[in-house]
Every structure is written in structure tokens, then in C-alpha cells.
């Protein structure tokens, strides 16, 4: 199961000249200053397990409930990047952030590889069979469906200023976790998702690269 009652995520790219700083700036300051946010209880970083899925990186932190990512402490480090983050995202490419509520969350634990389903639907409710039956899956460790705040997902932000590489964010995802990436080949289907009434389905493969746990930030 997730960490929490919400989670932000965030898809993007990166550009290979920006690639070093990326890693030094969210491995040394980004994460475990997210982390360090009250309410934010873990962070974790994937990369792209093929040349199918896109963007490259995707980004999840489970955060304690909703009010979390709506409150104070959250919006005080959005509206005041440093100068790191500002050198480090006009690298970004092709970015999408959601910020979630977890509709339902199901499994042991982490695992080492993520299939992010992105989509729109009218009944988010409709997709809870195809979850539970995910998370039911040999070697699968977790399997969670998530729908977005649109509000809070959209609201400007000093560190989103200026910057021309963020997309709309997505409304509902869904996300599977597996012990290795082959696990997660034939969970979730197209098929099986277009049937339940999503449309615009984007489908990646991660595997993860970093987790950071709860954490001091001064």
C-alpha cells in the first residue's frame, strides 16, 4: 500500500546537458527537501525501463492527505525555489504534475519496477475491478488508483514561472508495482481500460532509481 492519502506525480523529461545537474540537484536537494515538507511522508525517483515509455523520469512522493498538498508548508517551497531549482528545471522536458487523492491502494509494499497509466474518465470508480485484479498478480507488490485535484494541480506557482515544458496535468492514473518490470507487461490492458470508459491512455514502464524517506530540512 501507499505511504499515505495523496500523492504528487511527476513525469518528465530531461535534456542531455542538463542530465548531471538533474541528478546532483534532486538526489542532494530536491528530494529531501520535499520530504522534509510536513505531511510528506516518502519520495521516490524511476527512469524509463524502454524506449516505449515516455516521459524518461517519473517522480512520485506520498504525502499524508490531500490538505497536505494544499496547505502552507507545501505552497512556501513551491512559491520560493532556489537558485539550484531554477538551473536544474530549465532542463525540464515535457513535464506533467498531478496532484492526487489515492481512490483506492492495494499490496505489501514497494516494488522495484511501476506501470503509470495515464487517463481521462468520467467514473474513476469503474477502473477498481482491473486494480484489484492487478494487484492480485504474481510478483506484483502494489497497485493503485489515483485521481487528481484540478484545482490544486493547476495553481501557479513561483517555480513553475516562466517555464514552457509543463503540460496539462493529468486527471486520473493509475499505478502498478512489481518486483521487475516483466511482471507488469500484461496488467491493465488497453483494451480492458478503453472498455471501462477511459480515453487517452498513456501507458509507461519505470524502474526505480531512489527512494528517500522521511528527513530534516532547515
Not at 531549482?85 to 525540464?92: D, G, I, L, M
Request: some cysteine.
Amino acid at each position: 500500500m501507499l505511504a499515505g492519502e495523496a500523492v504528487v506525480a511527476i513525469w518528465n523529461g530531461i535534456t542531455e546537458e542538463g542530465r548531471a545537474e538533474f541528478y546532483a540537484w534532486h538526489l542532494h536537494e530536491h528530494m529531501p527537501e520535499r520530504v522534509g515538507i510536513p505531511g510528506f511522508r516518502r519520495g521516490r525517483r524511476y527512469i524509463a525501463a524502454d524506449a516505449a515509455t515516455f516521459p524518461e523520469f517519473f517522480t512520485l512522493y506520498e504525502t499524508d492527505t490531500l490538505q497536505v498538498l494544499q496547505g502552507q508548508d507545501y505552497a512556501n517551497r513551491l512559491n520560493a525555489p532556489t537558485p539550484w531549482t531554477r538551473s536544474a528545471t530549465s532542463h525540464f522536458r515535457d513535464t506533467f504534475r498531478s496532484l492526487a487523492r489515492v481512490l483506492e491502494s492495494r499490496g505489501p509494499g514497494m516494488g522495484g519496477a511501476i506501470l503509470t497509466v495515464r487517463y481521462d474518465i468520467e467514473e474513476p470508480d469503474s477502473l477498481l475491478p482491473i486494480i484489484r485484479a492487478a494487484a492480485e498478480a504474481h510478483r506484483v507488490t502494489g497497485a493503485h488508483l489515483c485521481v487528481a485535484d484540478r484545482a490544486a494541480s493547476g495553481v501557479k506557482t513561483a517555480e513553475a514561472q516562466g517555464r514552457t515544458d509543463i503540460g496539462e496535468p493529468p486527471a486520473q492514473f493509475l499505478m502498478i508495482e512489481a518486483t521487475d518490470a516483466a511482471a507488469l507487461a500484461d496488467l491493465a490492458p488497453d483494451d480492458a481500460l478503453l472498455a471501462a470508459g477511459a480515453t487517452q491512455i498513456t501507458r509507461g514502464t519505470y524502474i526505480l532509481e531512489y527512494t528517500r524517506t522521511k528527513t530534516a530540512w532547515d
